[in-house]
């Protein structure tokens, strides 16, 4: 399996009600399927 992880991201939004959103990235060229479960 060949993956790779980049820590999530926070970014100024102003159209999100707190002001800030965060980006995950997730790179697998083989995955079918990705969740986040939180």
Do not use: C, H, Q, W
């Amino acid at each position: 399996m060949n993956t790779a992880y980049k820590s999530p991201e926070i970014v100024r939004d102003y159209l999100s009600p707190t002001g800030y959103s965060v980006i995950f990235r997730y790179m697998d060229k083989d995955a079918e399927n990705v969740g986040i479960i939180g």
